[in-house]
C-alpha cells in the first residue's frame, strides 16, 4: 500500500505536463504566443487582400493572428496607389522563413496587396494653380483662365499620411509675360514635416468666342453649321466677342476667313436691299411724299446709307434703307431768307403821328381838289 500510493501520485503530476511539453524539439517552432497554452492558441489566418500604408509589407499585413511576429517585414510594398499580387505558395516560404508555420491559406490562391496613397488628379492640381493666381495682375476668374504647365501635370499618388488640403504659400504672377510661380503645401497627421509641390507656366485669360467653320462673304446668312464656340485668348478678341446665338441668321460686314473669331462689330442684320435688286424710292419732305422705280448699286441693311439709280431721271442718289426694298431719300425743306443788310432799303410802314395836329387823310386831300 505504500509504494501504490507514490505511483498514483507520479502519474497525476505526469497527465498535468502539457503535451508539446512532451514532444521533440522539431515539434517546438511555433511562436511561443502560440503555444504557451493549447486551449488558447489562435490559428494564423491567410488574408486574400491588403492594404498597406507603408512602403514595406510585414507579417502583421498578410496574417491574421500574428502576435509578436507581426512588425516582421517580408515584402516591399507596390509603389503609391498601386495594386500588386503575390502567389499563395511564396507568401507561405516567406513566413516559415521567420518560423511561421500551420498558417490556414482558406485555399487562396493568391494575396492581393495595395499600397494606400493620396491622389491628387491633374485636373485638380490646375483648378488650385489658377484659383491661387485668378484676379492677380488684370487675370479674372479662374474658370477663364487657359494654364501651360512647364512640366505635364499629371495624376499624383502621396503618402497617405498627406490627409491636409493644397495650401498655397507662395504665389507669383507677371502680367507681362504670363509667368506664374506656385508653391503649396500638404499637411500630414504623422507630425512629420508637410510636403511642398511647385508648379511654373503661363496662363492667360480667355473668353468664349463663336468661330467660323468656313469663309464666309458679306451677302451670305450665317447658319448653325458656319459657328462652333471656342474659348480664345482675351486679348485676341477684346471685350466685344460675338455669341452663338446673337450671331445666328445675321450677316458679316466684310468677308471673314474660317477660324477666325466674331465681334459684334463684324455682324449686321440682313440686307433688306440687295445689289441690282428694283427698290422703290421714297422722296419725302413736310408735306410731301413721293415714290418712283429705282435699281439698287448697293446691298444694305435697315439704316445702312445705299446709292440707288433712279430709273426716271437716270441719276444716281442716295438714301437710308428704311424697309425690305426701300430707300428713302429725305428731302430738305427750305426755309424763308430774312435780310439783315443794313445797305437794303426798305419801305417804311406807316404810323400815326402822335401830335395835335389833324390828320389829313386821302379822302380829304380829294375833297378840297374837288371844291
Do not use: C
Request: charge should be negative; aromatic fraction near 2%; charged fraction near 20%.
Amino acid at each position: 500500500m505504500m509504494l501504490l500510493r507514490p505511483l498514483l501520485i507520479a502519474a497525476a503530476l505526469i497527465a498535468t505536463i502539457p503535451t508539446a511539453a512532451l514532444a521533440g524539439a522539431d515539434d517546438a517552432v511555433l511562436t511561443p504566443d502560440w503555444k504557451s497554452d493549447s486551449a488558447a492558441i489562435a490559428v494564423p489566418v491567410l488574408r486574400a487582400n491588403v492594404s498597406v500604408t507603408g512602403d514595406v509589407v510585414r507579417i502583421g499585413d498578410v496574417i491574421d493572428n500574428a502576435g509578436s511576429f507581426g512588425q516582421i517585414a517580408i515584402y516591399r510594398a507596390p509603389d503609391l496607389g498601386t495594386t500588386g499580387s503575390l502567389p499563395t505558395a511564396q507568401v507561405i516560404a516567406a513566413l516559415r522563413a521567420h518560423e511561421v508555420i500551420g498558417v490556414d491559406t482558406r485555399h487562396i490562391k493568391e494575396v492581393t496587396v495595395t499600397r494606400l496613397a493620396r491622389n491628387l488628379d491633374a485636373k485638380d492640381i490646375q483648378d488650385a494653380v489658377a484659383h491661387a493666381i485668378e484676379h492677380r495682375g488684370g487675370l479674372g476668374d479662374a474658370a477663364n483662365l487657359s494654364l501651360t504647365f512647364d512640366r505635364d501635370v499629371q495624376d499624383m499618388h502621396l503618402d497617405a499620411s498627406n490627409t491636409g488640403a493644397l495650401q498655397p504659400i507662395t504665389v507669383r504672377y507677371d502680367s507681362r509675360s504670363t509667368r506664374f510661380d506656385v508653391t503649396f503645401e500638404i499637411g500630414n497627421n504623422v507630425n512629420a514635416p508637410p510636403t511642398r509641390l511647385r508648379f511654373t507656366g503661363s496662363a492667360i485669360e480667355t473668353v468664349e468666342a463663336a468661330v467660323l467653320t468656313r469663309n464666309v462673304e458679306r451677302a451670305d446668312m450665317l447658319k448653325s453649321s458656319d459657328i462652333i464656340v471656342e474659348r480664345r485668348p482675351k486679348l485676341e478678341i477684346g471685350g466685344d466677342a460675338a455669341v452663338r446665338e446673337s450671331a445666328l441668321g445675321m450677316q458679316l460686314r466684310h468677308p471673314m476667313r474660317a477660324g477666325q473669331a466674331l465681334r459684334v462689330a463684324d455682324l449686321a442684320k440682313p440686307d433688306l436691299v440687295q445689289k441690282d435688286q428694283g427698290v422703290t424710292l421714297v422722296f419725302q419732305t413736310a408735306g410731301l411724299y413721293l415714290t418712283t422705280r429705282g435699281k439698287a448699286i448697293d446691298s444694305g441693311t435697315e439704316g445702312d446709307v445705299v446709292s440707288v439709280l433712279n430709273l426716271q431721271s437716270k441719276r444716281t442718289v442716295t438714301g437710308v434703307v428704311t424697309g425690305r426694298g426701300q430707300v428713302t431719300i429725305q428731302v430738305a425743306t427750305p426755309r424763308p431768307v430774312v435780310i439783315t443788310d443794313p445797305g437794303i432799303a426798305q419801305t417804311p410802314v406807316p404810323t400815326s403821328v402822335a401830335d395835335n395836329s389833324p390828320q389829313v387823310t386821302s379822302n380829304q386831300v380829294s375833297t378840297s381838289r374837288s371844291e
